[in-house]
């Protein structure tokens, strides 16, 4: 059993950055950043493989968003730059220690662990 700890949430004006972690209790292999915003149906927003060199994004989030992770650490990270009020989210970090094929994946049936959330609020 692996325990997932989101961190970093906040309030940003648009435009603004934060950064999000996500502290696992141990090895993982790929790993994932999701989002639901109230009303919505939850989305993948990034996803890692297990050694950190292959990253998948949504296109929502491409060119501002950037997955990272510190396998050392079993730490994930989420770079978030030039927030948009749409990015207003519950985000989750989630994993799994299942081999991964493919490497990464932006949907939720690939993990079986997941973190409680951590809320992200970006004013216009």
């Known amino acids: 059993q692996v325990q997932v700890v989101e961190s970093g949430g906040g309030s940003v004006q648009a435009g603004g950055s934060l950064r999000l972690s996500c502290a696992a209790s141990?090895?993982?292999?790929?790993m994932g950043w999701f989002r639901q915003a109230p009303g919505k149906e939850r989305e993948g927003v990034a996803s890692?493989?297990?050694?950190?060199?292959?990253?998948v994004y949504a296109d929502s989030v491409k060119g501002r968003f950037t997955i990272s992770r510190d396998t050392g650490k079993n730490t994930l990270y989420l770079q978030m730059n030039s927030l948009k009020p749409e990015d207003t989210a519950m985000y989750y970090c989630?994993?799994?220690?299942?081999?991964?094929?493919?490497?990464?994946?932006?949907?939720?049936?690939?993990?079986?662990?997941w973190g409680q959330g951590t809320q992200v609020t970006v004013s216009s």
């Open positions: 989630a994993a799994t220690r299942r081999w991964c094929i493919p490497p990464t994946s932006l949907s939720s049936y690939s993990y079986n662990y």
């Open positions: 141990g090895y993982t292999s790929c």
């Open positions: 890692i493989d297990a050694g950190g060199s292959i990253t």
